[in-house]
């Protein structure tokens, strides 16, 4: 078999398991099994597969096919134009999480540290610390995510300084220059409908907030008051349809749409 009948026929099978991108899918997979980039396929399609190779790409297609996103097959999430690594303890980064990475990136900050909120990968400390010339701090409840963060800051050089804590509860009072959270939203009760490869792979962890999914940016607020020195900022990713009860707990934020028109970003000097 051929680098592109294999391609051929892994795209097949995605597709007729419902799987979106089944081409482009089939592609990352080969170039994974391979450890090519997937310009390599291109150049080499007339090669024939190595037994070693098929046996790995038949692996991932088949996990892919049950459910499993591929980013945790392959263990990489681009995110801002760099690699992060990523396994089941975090998050999977969104582009939508770029546009609060650029909030805070096009915002004139007091002197002090950024803190990121439930950091997952790491992947908006380590880019505000590659992108921004400032001090930046990352807290998880998670160690196991901590882990992956601390792993991402160590190969793509970043300066953070991680801990580990619940929130901001272990962050001395006015201290900080900014707050930066994409932090769990989605209510227990929407577990049903959300798609089952978010539910089955990803952490619940990093999806899951109580009561009405509000409860962490309930928390977020009421504590920023202490620790942000005055004049500091806050900016928080929010679920698509929770602008008016973020706009209930935080009256001066001013709210910014994604790409898609959704009201996405608070931002609130506090
Ligand atoms: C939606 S994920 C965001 C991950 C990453 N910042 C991103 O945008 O891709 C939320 C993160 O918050 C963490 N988390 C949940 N509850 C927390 C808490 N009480 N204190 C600190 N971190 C928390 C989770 O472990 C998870 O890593």
Same mark, same amino acid.
């Not at 090669?47 to 098929?54: A, F, G, I, S, V």
């Not at 679920?239 to 609130?268: M, Q, V």
């Given at each position: ?19 979106? +991108?089944?081409?482009?899918? /089939?592609? $990352?997979?080969? @170039?994974?099994?391979?450890? %090519? ?5 291109? *150049? ?87 992108? +921004?010339?400032?001090?930046? /701090?990352? $807290?998880?409840? @998670?160690?196991?995510?901590? %882990? ?5 800051? *160590? ?87 929770? +602008? ?27």
């Amino acid at each position: 078999m051929t680098v592109r009948q294999a391609l051929e026929q892994g795209t097949e099978l995605l597709e007729k398991s419902g799987i979106d +991108a089944p081409r482009l899918t /089939a592609e $990352v997979l080969l @170039s994974h099994a391979i450890r %090519q980039p997937k310009q390599w396929l291109y *150049a080499h399609s007339t090669d024939e597969l190595r037994e070693l190779w098929w046996i790995h790409y038949g692996r991932y297609l088949h996990e892919r096919m049950k459910g499993k996103p591929t980013q945790y097959i392959t263990g990489i999430q681009e995110f801002y134009g760099r690699d992060f690594q990523v396994t089941p303890a975090v998050l999977i980064p969104r582009p939508e999480t770029e546009l609060l990475v650029e909030a805070v990136l096009q915002t004139l900050l007091p002197k002090g540290p950024i803190l990121d909120i439930g950091t997952g990968s790491g992947a908006i400390a380590i880019t505000l610390a590659l992108e +921004a010339k400032a001090q930046i /701090a990352a $807290v998880d409840i @998670s160690p196991e995510a901590l %882990q992956v963060a601390k792993a991402n800051a *160590a190969t793509l050089g970043a300066d953070v300084h991680f801990l580990q804590g619940d929130l901001l509860e272990a962050i001395a009072p006015q201290s900080l220059a900014a707050i930066v959270s994409n932090p769990p939203y989605i209510p227990k009760t929407q577990q049903d409908t959300l798609q089952r490869e978010v539910v089955d792979h990803e952490p619940h962890l990093a999806l899951f907030s109580e009561e009405d999914g509000m409860q962490h940016y309930r928390r977020i607020i009421e504590q920023s008051k202490r620790v942000l020195i005055p004049g500091g900022w806050l900016f928080l990713e929010l679920a698509f349809d929770t +602008a008016p009860k973020l706009k209930r707990l935080l009256p001066e934020a001013e709210i910014r749409p994604d790409l898609a028109g959704h009201p996405r970003i608070a931002i609130a000097q506090i």
